[in-house]
């Protein structure tokens, strides 16, 4: 593990990426930090794993073909261990396999390799948004709806008084159905108000993330509905 490049003086954002291509890494860290922000690189799963666990980050980039640990793997364990920085998931091209698996494990987004900076930026800028604040959702603090009792300020949430672990984007997916209860939001302004981000054709990634929520339930699942080929509701239920 190396920290490369140079630092502004505002440093916006900590990243870390977790890739064995070192070119990459050295590109990046020289391209991000022209936005202020400021790239941790390790080469394998294990020394990622390590400096995730250790540090504090903004956002993990995480690529799925590592040594020692694949990325997977690796995202598995975070999660277990309760760490819930954002992570963005580096997949090769036509991988939709590992895309959902990822999704599922926890991922919060995913990007196709090879892919153009700008395109990378534009997913970081719209995890970091939305992450730290998304003001086009309701302010308010407590939304306690159909079982759910969710505070936006402290960033908890319970079901039927169990405490639910939740990703940052599994957390902000529900905030928006909690905060239109009874209402369908359909998959675009959904996709734009958690994701950060425009739906793309054949994007599942809203399907893994309520699927998610659904099973992290303690009962009644069917609390989140589908809405056939629109979108999703929270049943309108105190």
Known sequence: MHLQGFKKDTVVADILLIDDDVDLGSMLTEFLAKDGMQLTTAQDGESGLKIATEGKFDLILLDIMLPKIDGLQLLKKLRERQIQTNVLMLTARGDDVDRVVGLELGADD???????????LARIKALLRRSRSNQTLPVDEKL???????????????????????????????????????????KESLSNLALGRALGPFDRSLDVHISNIRKKLPNR?????????????VEDRA
């Open 110 to 120: 995913y990007l196709a390799k090879p892919f153009y900076p700008r395109e990378l």
């Open 144 to 186: 306690v709806f159909s079982g759910f009792s969710m505070d936006t300020v402290a960033a908890e949430v319970s079901c039927d008084e169990k405490p639910l672990e939740l990703t940052p984007t599994e957390f902000d997916i529900l905030r928006c159905l909690l905060a239109h209860h009874g209402q369908l939001v359909t």
């Open 221 to 233: 699942p069917e609390r989140i509905q589908t809405v056939r080929g629109r979108g999703y509701r």
